[in-house]
Every structure is written in structure tokens, then in C-alpha cells.
């Protein structure tokens, strides 16, 4: 059996050069695309375009309604906390309320 045998820069360029030869004979092999091709293809990508927007388009519905939920159930809780919470006394009611406490003990 035969040890392997690297080989040298001008084998690999060579090869290098007839695969990219190759390559290049087979593209010039290959028919051109036809008008009625070329306008299927036109259509195929006309079509998954929109799909992809109406797609689009459902997930951002999806995610406004999804965010108008969290408020609205924030806003309910809110008000729920709120209604929860003794309420807050205005100037008048706080004066009103300590002017009773000052004529309850003046009374005694």
C-alpha cells in the first residue's frame, strides 16, 4: 500500500481551476428560463409575499390585542386596589374632623 502524497501547490491550483471550469460549463449548459417560467416564478413570489404580510399582519393584531388586554386587566386591578384603599380626606374633611375632636374635649 502507498503512503498518501499531500499535494503541492500547482496540483491544487490546477484542480482548483478544471472544477471551477466545470462549474462554469454547466451553468452555460443550462437552458435559459422561459417567459411563461419567469412569470410562474413572478407569481409564486408575488404570492408568498402577501402570505408573509397577511401573516404579519395577524401577529400584530394578535400582539395589540394581547397588550390591550394587560391594560385593561392592569386598569381593573388598579381600580380594584383603589377601591381597596381607605380614601384620601381633603383639606376641609381633615379640618371639619379635628375641629370635632377639639369641641368633643372642650365639652368634657
Known amino acids: 500500500m502507498m503512503a498518501y ?3 503541492d501547490f500547482n ?3 490546477n484542480l482548483s481551476r478544471q472544477a471551477r471550469q466545470k462549474a462554469l460549463d454547466q451553468l452555460r449548459d443550462k437552458p435559459a428560463p422561459t417567459e411563461a417560467e419567469l412569470a410562474e416564478l413572478a407569481a409564486a413570489r408575488v404570492a408568498h409575499d402577501a402570505k ?3 401573516q404579519r399582519a395577524e401577529r400584530a393584531a394578535k400582539k ?3 397588550e390591550q388586554e394587560r ?3 392592569a386598569e381593573a386591578k388598579a ?3 383603589a377601591a381597596k384603599q381607605k380614601p384620601v380626606e381633603t383639606e376641609a374633611e381633615k379640618k371639619a374632623r379635628r375641629d370635632a375632636r377639639y369641641a368633643a374635649r372642650k365639652k368634657r
Open 5 to 7: 502524497k499531500q499535494p
Open 11 to 13: 496540483e491544487r491550483a
Open 52 to 54: 408573509v404580510e397577511a
Open 64 to 66: 395589540l390585542a394581547r
Open 71 to 73: 391594560a385593561a386587566a
Open 79 to 81: 381600580l380594584a386596589h
